[in-house]
């Protein structure tokens, strides 16, 4: 900066640059997934995502019901909450793949 003050303040940047970095990235997600074009990815991201959701909800409500009646949860019970949230995992897992392999390979302008 030479002889010039940064008015750069790292509490406020630290703050404020996660929100707008999520924001950034849910609206490329609906831009190119939902609005652009409706890919198999979309459908991953919409499936695996209620089932993950879907998953952790029914655990948490089934863990805190027998918890406060101090009851042992049944092995089935539990699959019940793990497996939707495990195969929602993996398709999430699976959008990101595919995410990751619509990147262009080649530039669109080489600044020449």
Not at 83 to 101: R, S, W
């Given at each position: 900066?030479g ?13 404020t ?73 993996q ?22």
């Amino acid at each position: 900066y030479g002889d010039e003050q940064s008015t750069l303040s790292p509490l406020k940047v630290l703050l404020t640059f996660p929100g707008k970095l999520t924001q950034a990235f849910i609206k490329r997600i609906l831009w190119r997934y939902f609005i652009h074009d409706f890919t198999a990815c979309s459908l991953f991201l919409v499936v695996g995502m209620l089932l993950f959701l879907g998953g952790i909800s029914f655990g948490a409500i089934t863990w805190i019901h027998n918890s406060i009646r101090d009851l042992i949860t049944p092995t089935g019970t539990v699959m019940l909450a793990v497996v939707p949230l495990l195969l929602g995992f993996q398709l999430l897992l699976e959008a990101i793949v595919l995410d990751i392999q619509h990147v262009p390979k080649m530039p669109i302008h080489t600044g020449t």
